[in-house]
DNA sequence: GATGAATGAGTGTTCATTCAT
DNA sequence: AATGAATGAACACTCATTCAT
């Protein structure tokens, strides 16, 4: 089925394949159960010897930081398509639910959004930057617009979004309770 | 069996001192250095052999909860001194910014715990019901005073602590900054 | 039997000794085997655990170090004995003797006279200046005796006995062969 | 059975090529920064990858091995051509030179392959009898020519010159010192 | 033949915990 | 009660060697 590919690709494709594996393994595992698990149990669990998963990430944490990297890309990936098509008021809240409503049951999605904020590591910088920037626009053009308060500056909404993030996350699966925080944060957010 | 219970005492002094010292250092350098701190270190900080930390607190993980039971305490004390001579609003939102000043850097022991596979509720439970308590009648008496969202349940209240607690911790020392994010908040918690 | 030791030794005692017996080991080890053997089977060959090993010497390295240390302070002290009550001549000849065929069969004694001609090593340093200004005197009075050419440096004899030190290690078990390389030397360190 | 022998020859070029590469690489390599150096490096260095390395010598230890061999080789060569154009005594001195100056570095090989387990006289023992008896042959013509003590023998003669290599490249660049050293051993070779 | 990704045993080192003193 | 030396399982990381492509 399918087409035949006359020239496997020049052998790359298995190297890409555990690399890839070797970052969803690490996420759902990082996630889960804290970034102490040691990295041969990764490499297990990913279906690779630990050679390999040193031989793709340097060091556990060049690892951890792709899982970040890869992380603040999806972030951006989605803020991107928000923002384009709504109006600036609009896309600002739809973006800060988006992101907060990710992070739910990920830990690590706070530490990566607490990170933009932050951004102490190298490797993180240029990911952090992009979505930082989109949020300053994002920012900029919600307050132009008044409908947010227009002395709230670009860390204390970083602050914000990985503070929240990290109250719906210990909320739980409360749908009415998470909608309540979002109604109390807004309703601040907004001038006056 | 039956011992005559002598119940000594004298050496005890000595003992507490010790105890009370191993708390202090720990909290002091598991808040600023994290919890990965070697037990040894925290041993030679107080002054004493790790020999006598152990007998004092069997497991790291004892020492980490007797930290947090020694926080929440306190914290439960401060709130019942700012909670008897305020009006009510104003005791809750005293009580709120004091919480969340004091939480800074207690996420990591939360966590530490957690990932440690105690349950957290059980051992903390009886110091963390009674500022849970408090923070249900003070929610009770601003919500009757008609100065925060009626609609609003304490489990919402405890995880928008915990995320401001975050969101502050994570914007660091910039006094306008946390300034603002509260103002964002209480303004939010007013009703409508 | 023997005498009831009323105080214990404040406890060091024990200590001491596996300091000793690793040392002795890890000397015995290195030097036939090379520094290449694991640190477990150090410890193991001493009857220690890892942890014993480590809390001695912080590292591999460091357990290195002091081997050298402990050769080098072995031949200062003989080389001490050798100089105080000889003549000049006699002296610095019976000095090179005794160090060249200290080394037989421990290339690392070798290392260590090395390492007191290069002496870049922190911990050694303080060691192999022992020897070395030993040698210097020893060598400036065979000078003045007429008995050594009077334009041989320090870092050449230095650099001689570590390489007869390795030519008598080579040659193995020849004291005639042996025999003949000293003279060979010590002719040709005489005048002319 | 009995394929006929076709003895392909044509892409042997590419082959000699990389093997002479690598041996020219791992020459340089082993020599300046020791035989630690992982394969991996030597092949990126020779612009080969590890399976080619591998595929040439089956073994690091084969590759050490074969440097071995060929310096032993080019030294025979370079002894030969010292030998038949001089006097017999001239002849053994500048030999003598250039040997302790060629083999700079080789003392690290040397252990290595001992340490390896292999057994270097089989490994090497063609074309190390190669220069043992040319310096046979040379050390008798010194002597019959009255330039070398008479009682001198080959195995003191070798273990010499591993010996004062080793003193030359632990004093490192200081002509005027390397040259008293020669001057040293070669006035203790003379008769008398 | 060549490549370099994969392997996994092996290494140095750390650290919570125990126990002789 | 206190001490700190000892323990050893656990961890991150390396590297010679194999093998699919």
Redesign the pocket.
Known sequence: MGEAPRR?RP??A??AR?RARLLDVATEVFTTRGVGV???EIARAAG?????L???F????ALLEAVMVRRLETMAARTEQLTTGSAPAEAFFDCFRLLVEQSVGKSDFVEALAAAGVDVRSALRESSTAIRDQLGDLLTGAQRAGAVRPELGLPELLALLAGIGRAVEQLGADPAGRERIFEVVFAGLRPH
Do not use: C, I, L, S
Request: charged share 30%; aromatic share 4%; hydrophobic share 25%.
């Open positions: 496997p052998m790359r298995d190297a555990n040691p990295t041969e690779v010897g630990v050679g390999t040193f031989r793709h340097p060091t556990k944490e």
